[in-house]
Each structure stands twice: as structure tokens, then as C-alpha cells.
């Protein structure tokens, strides 16, 4: 084939079966992609995850498109494309409601050797950048594990394989690319992926990429607070967070995730552990019956641990209850924020999820009414139930709470009907300048 390197003769091909029609089907807009990037004369196929998961009988959850063109050439080529990242540009080519992110094929390299702006690696062997561009088999030997870096060539339907992928699907096995201990210290995130999709496709870890999983924890320091924050969500908001947590737990992995929550486990806190599995559970559970999961309970939940010793610190000092509460929610947002970052939309109603626990004690008179109308109730009354089932004797208080709501039903006709349309916003007439300030002399 014209567009393909010499290189390939020494990967094996497989018939693709129905793969092709099946992303023809779920994600046209990739196989659009690659048939606009091949009609430029570059080298273009669907790689990664989605290929993998379909080879399973999966969903994709996204779609990869890899080629010999550079970010630039891409973004020349689509009207909506924009190069995003700076350790590792890819491209993100909108094509009608899918975002399919289009990678330059990398090679493997040397960084400490070459002084371009391209690529840099710490002392440790930490990829700082790594945008040195190759081959596909350059790319394929790159990715993280083998079940990953299977390419889907639409043109031949077939799957081209450089690493031994199709063996490691059929023996169901997760297997790093090359040296585990080099590929974890290149990028430590490859860890927490191997966790992932350990848990989510259930495969077993090779005996060296397990190896080096164990042994290595410690290179997560060095991973940024941001990029820690979302591969969290992914690991627990994934739909297999009980199985997840269970593989870090085996692994002595929570200590560089939740610092603080590790340690409470550690002091032995008889319901931390439960309480922190309930939740994961019930967020699988929540994720399976399609509802909606947030990122401020599941954290609110994992942090509470850490939330109690503190209190109990403050409490020694002589604090008063709900001022020693208050204290230890900002001192256990504070701590946790050096190792996962947690963006302010998701610490505040943490933050209030953690105040209701207090708050929901005062249920005296109309104040029932009132703390049922706050907008964290449904949260904070469903992590109260939570407690107690992790075995925190709460005083009968969630099924006080679970009566109060059978008993005063919403009458839900009284709600204003949600509209589909938004109403126009209120433009509010901004007070000239010599006015604005009087409300404070
Ligand atoms: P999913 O989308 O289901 O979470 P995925 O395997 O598609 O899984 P993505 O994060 O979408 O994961 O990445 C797409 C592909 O890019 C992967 O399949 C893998 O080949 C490659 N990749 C992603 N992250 C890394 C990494 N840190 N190191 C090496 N290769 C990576
Ligand atoms: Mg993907």
C-alpha cells in the first residue's frame, strides 16, 4: 500500500472481521479522519482503547486516530481542529458532535542525548516532554500496553499488530511495553492506567508489569496535582471503583492518591475502610443504573477519614464542635490538594456535604424544612446513610431523616415545570459609579 512503511512487513495482520463496520457504525467521523488524512498522502489509522475494547465486545468510550501528519498538517487540513498539550501535543478534530484526538506518531528516543526543544526527561527518567515524531512502528513500541496499541487500517480492513497484542487479548493478560520499571518512570500515570484497566477489563497483570507496579508507588509524587485530579476520576468514577480501590489496597497504592485517608486506615479507624468501600460500591451501582455521579461526594467520602482524625485533634485542643469540624474540612482540602487537585466546583459542594454532617443533627421545628431545601441535602443525607451502613453509630439520625421524607413527600406539582428553553437572562442595570458604593458608608 502506498501509504504504509516498509516497517510493516514485520508486523503481524489480522483480518479485521466486523470491526471496521462497527466504528463505521458508533464513530464515522474517525474513519472520516483517517480517509481525509490518506487522501493528503499521510499515513492514518484508528488506534488504542477503542479498538481493544471492541475486540472485546466493549463501547468505546473514545475514538484515536494515529498518523505520520504532523499537528500542524492536521490542524491545516480540518476546519475545526486545535493542537492541545504541550508534553504530548495531539490534535483534537471536531467533526459534528464527536471529538476524535488525532496523535502524531512518536518514536522512541533518547532525550538526555538531544538538546531540541522536542523532547526532555528529569534525571529520573520523567518524560517532560515527548514529541519526537516516528514511525508506526516507532508509535506502536510508545504506547503503554500491547492491548493498546493495536491499529485498525480501513483501507485493507485490517488490524496491524507490532507487540503481541492479539495474544494478550485471547490470555486475557495486561503487559507495559517494553521495561515496565523505564515505561513507569518515563510517565508514573501509566500505574494508575494499569490499574484501570485491570480492574475494568479484568485481565491479569504480567508478572513484571505487576513487579514494578508494586514497587514503584513512589513515582506518583512527581505526577502534577491536575493530571492527578483527573486520572482519580477516572479510576473511581469509572464504573468499577470497588474493584479499583481493592487492587490499590493490594498494592499499597492509596497513600499516594489520599495521603491522609491512608494514614486514618493505617491508625486503624474501624469504619474508614467500610465506609470508603460502601462508597465505591454505591457509586458503581449509581454508574450501572445510569444516575448521575459527582466527583464531590466521591471525594467528600474518601477524605471524611481523614476529615474525623483531624476533628478529633481539634477537639483536643479544646474547639468547639462545629468549629472544630469546620477546621478540619479546610485543613484536610488543604492537605490534599499537594497530591490531586480539586477544582472548586466539585471542594465547594464537598465542602457542604461535609458542613451538612453537622448541621443535620439540628432537625428541631421548621428547620427540618429548611436544611431539606438546601441543595447538598440529597448528598449529605445519602452520606449519612452511608456512615452508618460503614458502622459509624449516627443515633438512628438516617432513618429519622429517611421518615421526615416519607412523611413530608415534595409536592412535586408545586415545582415550576422545567422548561426546555432557557429563560432570557435578567440584564441588571449596573447603578452609575457614585452610586454603587453607598450601600457600604
Ligand atoms: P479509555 O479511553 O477506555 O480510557 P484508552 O486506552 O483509549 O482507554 P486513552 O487515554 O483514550 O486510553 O488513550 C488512547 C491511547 O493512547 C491508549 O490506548 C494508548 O495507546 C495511548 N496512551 C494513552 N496514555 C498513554 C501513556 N500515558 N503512555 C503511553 N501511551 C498512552
Ligand atoms: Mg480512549
Given at each position: 500500500?502506498?501509504?504504509?512503511?516498509?516497517?510493516?512487513?514485520?508486523?503481524?495482520?489480522?483480518?479485521?472481521?466486523?470491526?471496521?463496520?462497527?466504528?463505521?457504525?458508533?464513530?464515522?467521523?474517525?474513519?472520516?479522519?483517517?480517509?481525509?488524512?490518506?487522501?493528503?498522502?499521510?499515513?492514518?489509522?484508528?488506534v488504542?482503547?477503542?479498538?481493544?475494547?471492541?475486540?472485546?465486545?466493549?463501547?468505546?468510550?473514545?475514538?484515536?486516530?494515529?498518523?505520520?501528519a504532523?499537528p500542524?498538517?492536521?490542524?491545516?487540513?480540518?476546519?475545526?481542529?486545535?493542537?492541545?498539550?504541550?508534553?504530548?501535543?495531539?490534535?483534537?478534530?471536531?467533526?459534528?458532535?464527536?471529538?476524535?484526538?488525532?496523535?502524531?506518531?512518536?518514536?522512541?528516543?533518547?532525550?538526555?542525548?538531544?538538546?531540541?526543544?522536542?523532547?526532555?526527561?528529569?534525571?529520573?527518567?520523567?518524560?517532560?516532554?515527548?514529541?519526537?515524531?516516528?514511525?508506526?512502528?516507532?508509535?506502536a513500541?510508545?504506547?503503554?500496553?500491547?492491548?493498546?496499541?493495536?491499529?485498525?487500517?480501513?483501507?485493507?480492513?485490517?488490524?496491524?499488530?507490532?507487540v503481541?497484542?492479539?495474544?494478550?487479548?485471547?490470555?486475557?493478560?495486561?503487559?507495559?511495553?517494553?521495561?515496565?520499571?523505564?515505561?513507569?518512570?518515563?510517565?508514573?500515570?501509566?500505574?494508575?492506567?494499569?490499574?484501570?484497566?485491570?480492574?475494568k477489563?479484568?485481565?491479569?497483570?504480567?508478572?513484571?508489569?505487576?513487579?514494578?507496579?508494586r514497587?514503584?508507588?513512589?513515582?506518583?509524587?512527581?505526577?502534577?496535582?491536575?493530571?492527578?485530579?483527573?486520572?482519580?476520576?477516572?479510576?473511581?468514577?469509572?464504573?468499577?471503583?470497588?474493584?479499583?480501590?481493592?487492587?490499590?489496597?493490594?498494592?499499597?497504592?492509596?497513600?499516594?492518591?489520599?495521603?491522609?485517608?491512608?494514614?486514618?486506615?493505617?491508625?486503624?479507624?474501624?469504619?474508614?475502610?467500610?465506609?470508603?468501600?460502601?462508597?465505591?460500591?454505591?457509586?458503581?451501582?449509581?454508574?450501572?443504573?445510569?444516575?448521575?455521579?459527582?466527583?464531590?461526594?466521591?471525594?467528600?467520602?474518601?477524605?471524611?477519614?481523614?476529615?474525623?482524625?483531624?476533628?478529633?485533634?481539634?477537639?483536643?485542643?479544646?474547639?468547639?464542635?462545629?468549629?472544630?469540624?469546620?477546621?478540619?474540612?479546610?485543613?484536610?482540602?488543604?492537605?490534599?490538594?499537594?497530591?490531586?487537585?480539586?477544582?472548586?466546583?466539585?471542594?465547594?459542594?464537598?465542602?457542604?456535604?461535609?458542613?451538612?454532617?453537622?448541621?443535620?443533627?439540628?432537625?428541631?421545628g421548621?428547620?427540618?424544612?429548611?436544611?431539606?431545601?438546601?441543595?447538598?441535602?440529597?448528598?449529605?443525607?445519602?452520606?449519612?446513610?452511608?456512615?452508618?451502613?460503614?458502622?459509624?453509630?449516627?443515633?438512628?439520625?438516617?432513618?429519622?431523616?429517611?421518615?421526615?421524607?416519607?412523611?413530608?413527600?415534595?409536592?412535586?406539582s408545586?415545582?415550576?415545570?422545567p422548561?426546555?428553553?432557557r429563560?432570557?437572562?435578567k440584564?441588571?442595570?449596573?447603578?452609575?459609579?457614585?452610586?454603587?458604593?453607598?450601600?457600604?458608608?
Amino acid at each position: 500500500m502506498a501509504n504504509e512503511p516498509e516497517a510493516l512487513t514485520k508486523a503481524e495482520r489480522y483480518p479485521a472481521a466486523d470491526i471496521g463496520e462497527q466504528i463505521r457504525d458508533i464513530c464515522p467521523q474517525s474513519i472520516e479522519i483517517v480517509d481525509g488524512l490518506r487522501q493528503h498522502g499521510f499515513e492514518a489509522y484508528v488506534v488504542g482503547g477503542c479498538i481493544r475494547d471492541l475486540m472485546l465486545g466493549g463501547q468505546p468510550k473514545d475514538f484515536d486516530v494515529a498518523t505520520d501528519a504532523r499537528p500542524d498538517d492536521v490542524v491545516k487540513l480540518f476546519k475545526r481542529a486545535r493542537v492541545v498539550g504541550r508534553r504530548f501535543q495531539i490534535v483534537h478534530v471536531r467533526n459534528g458532535r464527536e471529538v476524535v484526538e488525532v496523535t502524531t506518531f512518536r518514536a522512541a528516543h533518547d532525550a538526555r542525548d538531544t538538546d531540541d526543544h522536542e523532547s526532555e526527561q528529569s534525571d529520573t527518567g520523567l518524560l517532560l516532554r515527548d514529541n519526537v515524531y516516528g514511525d508506526l512502528c516507532g508509535d506502536a513500541i510508545r504506547r503503554d500496553f500491547t492491548v493498546n496499541a493495536l491499529y485498525f487500517c480501513p483501507q485493507s480492513n485490517e488490524i496491524i499488530d507490532y507487540v503481541g497484542a492479539m495474544a494478550d487479548i485471547k490470555n486475557k493478560t495486561l503487559r507495559v511495553i517494553g521495561d515496565p520499571v523505564t515505561r513507569y518512570q518515563e510517565d508514573p500515570v501509566r500505574m494508575l492506567r494499569a490499574v484501570r484497566f485491570h480492574a475494568k477489563l479484568g485481565f491479569a497483570l504480567a508478572p513484571e508489569t505487576a513487579d514494578a507496579l508494586r514497587n514503584n508507588g513512589h513515582l506518583l509524587h512527581q505526577v502534577a496535582p491536575a493530571r492527578m485530579f483527573d486520572e482519580v476520576i477516572k479510576l473511581f468514577l469509572g464504573g468499577a471503583a470497588a474493584k479499583t480501590l481493592d487492587i490499590i489496597l493490594d498494592f499499597d497504592l492509596l497513600q499516594y492518591l489520599f495521603p491522609a485517608t491512608a494514614e486514618a486506615l493505617e491508625d486503624g479507624q474501624e469504619y474508614a475502610l467500610e465506609l470508603i468501600q460502601a462508597t465505591m460500591q454505591n457509586t458503581d451501582t449509581r454508574i450501572a443504573a445510569d444516575k448521575p455521579v459527582t466527583p464531590a461526594f466521591m471525594y467528600a467520602a474518601v477524605l471524611w477519614p481523614a476529615v474525623i482524625e483531624l476533628r478529633e485533634a481539634c477537639l483536643d485542643q479544646g474547639m468547639y464542635k462545629d468549629d472544630a469540624l469546620r477546621e478540619a474540612a479546610h485543613a484536610a482540602t488543604m492537605d490534599q490538594l499537594q497530591t490531586t487537585a480539586i477544582p472548586k466546583r466539585f471542594s465547594i459542594p464537598m465542602r457542604e456535604i461535609w458542613d451538612l454532617q453537622s448541621r443535620l443533627h439540628l432537625k428541631d421545628g421548621k428547620r427540618a424544612e429548611k436544611l431539606r431545601a438546601h441543595p447538598r441535602f440529597r448528598a449529605a443525607y445519602d452520606f449519612i446513610l452511608l456512615r452508618e451502613q460503614a458502622g459509624e453509630n449516627l443515633e438512628g439520625l438516617g432513618e429519622w431523616w429517611t421518615r421526615y421524607q416519607e412523611e413530608n413527600p415534595v409536592d412535586e406539582s408545586a415545582r415550576p415545570a422545567p422548561s426546555k428553553r432557557r429563560p432570557p437572562r435578567k440584564r441588571r442595570r449596573r447603578p452609575p459609579r457614585n452610586q454603587q458604593s453607598q450601600g457600604n458608608q
